[in-house]
Antibody
Framework: EVQLVESGGGLVQPGGSLRLSCVAS????????MTWVRQAPGKGLEWVAN????????YYVDSVKGRFTVSRDNAHNSLYLQMKYMGVDDTAVYYC???????????WGQGTTVTVSS | DIQMTQSPSTLSASVGDRVTITCRAS??????LAWYQQKPGKAPNLLIY???SLQIGVPSRFSGSGGETEFTLTISCLQPDDFATYYC??????????FGQGTKVEIK
């Protein structure tokens, strides 16, 4: 069974940092792009970033460029989202998803909640 | 940037109704469009990819159509389990993806 499990969410103060993790199982992790998507409370979905299968290309939404960094460890089937200089607008549930070449994001994790507040 | 405009934002319908949701792209995305269903507190679930391909395991009452800038999600016979929020997403480029604002399907 294809599965993605996020962790690392929590409460962080404005200006602070947090690192999210996503562990994959049930598929060949190193063969696929991966993506991060977030959802602020009561709001819609927002694409955050994509990372190529080998990690050589990474793309971000403008609002997180220079503050967020996506990386992956294919040997450990793991995806990461390092978040710095966080603001209240970064408060959201963060989802990782497997990105199929024709399907786009097709399998999603359960999400991890990040709250930025003083 | 490619903007996705989804309508309506809310839709009231009854069990058995035929329901249609529209998504419009600000420029051509060919058929690089997906539709998701999301229930409260849950992750989105892929229904349709490449505009009209039904994801494995998704009931056949769901269908997608369209291309270039105009897309439609149709639920042919609304079931109680279908009351949820639906999103479209364009994925025409790995460098940028965009979601529609969402359509909440409510019980009439």
């Amino acid at each position: 069974e294809v599965q993605l499990v996020e962790s690392g969410g929590g409460l962080v103060q404005p200006g602070g940092s947090l690192r999210l993790s996503c562990v994959a199982s049930g598929f060949t992790f190193g063969d696929f792009y991966m993506t991060w998507v977030r959802q602020a409370p009561g709001k819609g979905l927002e694409w955050v970033a994509n990372i190529k299968a080998d990690g050589s290309e990474i793309y971000y939404v403008d609002s997180v460029k220079g503050r967020f960094t996506v990386s992956r460890d294919n040997a450990h089937n793991s995806l990461y989202l390092q978040m710095k200089y966080m603001g209240v607008d970064d408060t959201a549930v963060y989802y990782c998803a497997k990105y199929g070449p024709t399907t786009g994001p097709d399998v999603w994790g359960q999400g991890t909640t990040v709250t930025v507040s003083s | 940037d490619i903007q996705m405009t989804q309508s309506p934002s809310t839709l009231s319908a009854s069990v058995g109704d035929r329901v249609t949701i529209t998504c419009r792209a600000s420029q051509s995305i060919k058929t690089w469009l997906a539709w998701y269903q999301q229930k409260p507190g849950k992750a989105p679930n892929l229904l349709i990819y490449k505009a009209s391909s039904l994801q494995i395991g998704v009931p056949s009452r769901f269908s997608g159509s369209g291309g270039e800038t105009e897309f439609t999600l149709t639920i042919s016979c609304l079931q109680p389990d279908d009351f949820a929020t639906y999103y479209c997403q364009q994925y025409s480029s790995y460098s940028l993806s965009t979601f529609g604002q969402g359509t909440k399907v409510e019980i009439k």
